[in-house]
C-alpha cells in the first residue's frame, strides 16, 4: 500500500504545461466475488507500456503515463481530432480495501488490467439514501 504523498507526487509529475493538459482515460471498475479481487480496465491504446505508472493506496488506484502522439505527414491535414495525445492520469476510489501484495496489471491490445485482491479485514459499507427532490417554479 501506498501513502497520499506518492499520489500528489504523480499529480505534481504530470501536471498540465502550458496548452498540454492531461487527460483522463476511460475504465471500467467491477468487483469479482468469486476471485475475491477488484479488477480495473483501463483504456490505453497507443500508449508506451514503459511510462505506465501504477499505485494502490488504502481506498484509491492511481494510473499515469503517456500516450504519444503519432507521426503525421506533413502534407496531412487534419479533418478531425478525437483521439486524447500527452500525459494521462486517472484515480480511481475503490469499491472496497485492497491488498497491495498479489495486485497484477497486464497491458495487452491497448488495455491495461489491473487485478487487485480484496483484504480479508473489512469491507466499506453501501448505504443507500433515498433523496427526495422537490421541484418548485418560479412566480412569473
Avoid at 480495473?40 to 508506451?48: I, P, Q, R, S
Avoid at 497484477?104 to 485482491?117: Q, S
Amino acid at each position: 500500500m501506498r501513502n497520499h504523498d506518492e499520489i500528489l507526487e504523480f499529480e505534481r509529475l504530470f501536471a498540465p504545461r502550458g496548452a498540454h493538459g492531461r487527460f483522463e482515460p476511460n475504465a471500467d471498475v467491477h468487483l469479482d466475488e468469486s476471485a475475491r479481487a477488484v479488477v480495473v480496465h483501463v483504456e490505453l491504446a497507443g500508449a508506451n507500456a514503459d511510462s505506465l505508472q501504477v499505485v494502490v493506496d488504502d481506498e484509491c488506484l492511481v494510473i499515469a503515463g503517456i500516450r504519444a502522439r503519432g507521426d503525421l505527414s506533413r502534407d496531412a491535414s487534419l479533418l478531425r481530432k478525437e483521439i486524447q495525445y500527452g500525459e494521462f492520469l486517472k484515480q480511481i476510489r475503490l469499491p472496497a480495501p485492497v491488498l497491495g501484495d498479489g495486485a497484477t496489471a497486464v497491458y495487452r491490445d491497448g488495455i491495461l488490467t489491473i487485478r487487485l485482491p480484496l483484504a480479508q479485514t473489512k469491507k466499506y459499507p453501501i448505504v443507500r439514501t433515498e433523496i427526495r427532490m422537490t421541484v418548485r417554479r418560479t412566480p412569473v
